[in-house]
């Protein structure tokens, strides 16, 4: 069923010939008003053209008023040019819209170190069609994802849409992942900017698939305020609640992967900790590896916990996985088969209790597979 955007939001797609696949890959998210934003993106040194930009513009202040996006061509290590291709991008934009080129946010993603076609952007970019839906957006920014991510909640009459892509390259600080969120709810940009940092550390930052870190990603919010103003104790929560909905479904879309993860501590020294940890356990290659084949390996959670910085005793530690308590300060009797069976799951919770104090945090993950591999080694070839 076809995701209606919040009030003053349309979106819409073509292809433009920069996917080989020649499916979609270009795609604009518009606001009919201006509207208030705030950002997070990589902090790869290496990162793109796009972010560098995207950087410049948030600290100048201002509103936004649309985000243009190419899937296919991450336009990043491509010299001087590629700051001018992504420059070129902004501006095809803001002229089909008409509005100034500094309220117009670039995103890239997909191959490092190709120049991008933009005389295909400046082709392209006056096909597409603007609708008061997702979907064509959703689907035109995927790379190597199987399925689109789409998200949505409501706050007292007020709409909140998220949409996002991430497959691999996956890992705190952030990913490769595209995430924007769209509200029709009145904002200011200050209290914005002050929430989303935090919604974006509990969420898309506590996200891991092979502990790599892009060059292009980026997490955006935009509220135009077509709806009216709520309270901001309701409005933020259901912001999460987005942004998390979206990192689980990037968690489990990741490469090759054939269950999500997610990985709950609790009893830490701080919230810190606890998030820490979480994602250590969750970013473990060796416990990626049982979990792939349902393996209730505890040793490598624990072994794993202890790289991660996080306090703790290990005689005080407890363990369970989809519910079953394997390790409590020692080795425990369990029946090995039947927490084997209770893995084959597309969903595999562990619980951790550090017995240290009151923090909590949640990873999610996924399991590590041949195909991850399969892909990843054939992916310019």
């Known amino acids: 069923m076809a995701v209606r955007l919040p009030r003053g939001f349309r979106a819409g797609a073509t292809r433009a010939g920069i996917k080989p696949s020649g499916k979609p890959d270009l795609a604009l998210l518009v606001s009919g008003l201006p ?31 649309a985000v243009v996006v190419n899937a296919g061509n991450a336009n990043c290590a491509t010299g001087e040019r590629g700051f001018l ?13 008409g509005v100034p080129v500094e309220e117009v946010l670039t995103a890239s993603t997909g191959v490092i170190g190709v120049p991008l076609p933009v005389e295909k952007v400046e082709t392209g970019l006056p096909q597409i069609e603007l609708t008061p839906y997702a979907d064509a957006f959703a689907e035109a920014i995927l790379t190597t994802d199987l399925v689109p991510k789409v998200a949505e909640a409501e706050v007292e009459g007020a709409r909140i849409v998220g949409i996002a892509k991430g497959s691999g390259m996956i890992h705190p600080n952030m990913a490769t992942m595209l995430a924007f969120v769209v509200t029709d709810a009145a904002l200011p940009q200050e209290a914005l900017r002050e929430a989303w940092r935090g919604i974006v550390d509990r969420t898309f930052n506590q996200v891991t698939v092979d502990g790599d ?16 103003a709520v309270p901001l104790e309701a ?34 020294a701080t919230e810190e900790e606890a998030r820490r940890a979480a994602r250590t356990i969750a970013g473990s290659a060796l416990w990626k590896s049982a979990l792939y084949g349902n393996d209730p390996n505890w040793g490598r959670i624990l072994a794993a916990l202890g790289n991660s910085g996080a306090r703790f005793d290990p005689l005080r530690v407890r363990i369970w996985v989809q519910g079953i308590p394997l390790y409590a300060g ?35 993950g996924c399991d590590l597979t041949e195909g991850y591999v399969r892909i990843n080694s054939l992916y310019t070839t």
């Open 35 to 65: 509207a208030s934003w705030a950002y997070v993106a990589t902090q790869n040194r290496a990162a793109a053209p796009s972010i560098h930009r995207g950087r410049a513009l948030y600290a100048r202040g201002g509103t936004l008023r």
């Open 330 to 364: 020692g080795v425990l009797p369990f029946d090995r088969e039947a927490a084997s069976q209770a893995m084959r799951s597309e969903e595999v919770e562990i619980l951790v209790d550090l017995q240290e104090g009151r923090g909590e945090g949640v990873a999610w």
């Open 213 to 228: 870190t892009s060059t292009n990603d980026l997490a955006l919010v935009m509220a135009n305020g077509a709806f009216g």
């Open 235 to 268: 409005l933020f929560p259901a912001l999460g609640a987005v942004a998390q909905e979206l990192a689980r479904k990037i968690a489990r879309d990741g490469e090759g992967a054939t269950k999500l993860m997610t990985v709950r501590v609790v009893g830490a």
């Open 85 to 97: 291709d992504d420059r070129r991008m902004a501006e095809v934009a803001a002229l089909r819209l």
